[in-house]
């Protein structure tokens, strides 16, 4: 999933917190090399977003994409609380530099992420996906899904 913020022009992605997390440096996750290519899709797809520059602050971020803790930390944020706790992987994008963009702008915006969010959306296609079913055809809910090499455990729903 992803989440839209303004006030920068980039993309972050978990952890923006851990218990070993310092405030910029990064914090990775057991899918931090999946968090950073839904990321660097992203950016790479907005007109200007993949420069890295940040054309509103002096900041810049490579490939126009950060790890969260390495920008700034957060606290009990979504994006970390999702990934934890419901299998979600989602990564913010910050749009603008204006935190309420002037209505007259939002067509320029809308321009500038289209491409990014249609490519994101197709990305969903990517990895492993499917049902756990018992014996019976039933979704199987708690299910723990385990993949060679990744640290990071799904757990089903009866969906």
């Known amino acids: 999933s992803i989440s839209f913020h303004d006030g920068r022009v980039m993309i972050n992605y978990p952890w923006d917190d851990s218990p070993a997390a310092v405030e910029g440096e990064k914090s990775i996750c057991p899918d931090d090399d999946v968090f950073s290519e839904l ?3 992203y950016a790479e797809n907005h007109p200007f977003m993949w420069t890295g520059k940040c054309l509103c602050h002096c900041e810049t971020f ?3 994409i950060s790890n969260g803790a390495e920008w700034y930390l957060v606290d009990n944020g979504m994006q970390d609380y999702n990934y ?3 299998n979600c992987m989602e990564i913010t994008a ?5 935190k309420r963009p002037p209505a007259t702008h939002l067509q320029v915006e809308w321009e500038n992420n289209l491409d990014s969010m249609l490519i994101l959306l197709e990305s969903a296609h990517m990895g492993i996906k499917g049902k756990v079913l ?3 055809g039933e979704p199987l809910n708690r299910a723990v899904v385990q993949v060679c090499g990744r640290d990071k ?3 089903t729903t009866n969906r």
């Open 84 to 86: 934890l706790f419901s």
């Open 62 to 64: 490579t490939k126009g």
């Open 153 to 155: 455990h799904m757990t």
């Open 39 to 41: 990321a660097a899709l």
């Open 94 to 98: 910050e749009l603008s530099c204006w």
């Open 134 to 136: 018992d014996e019976d």
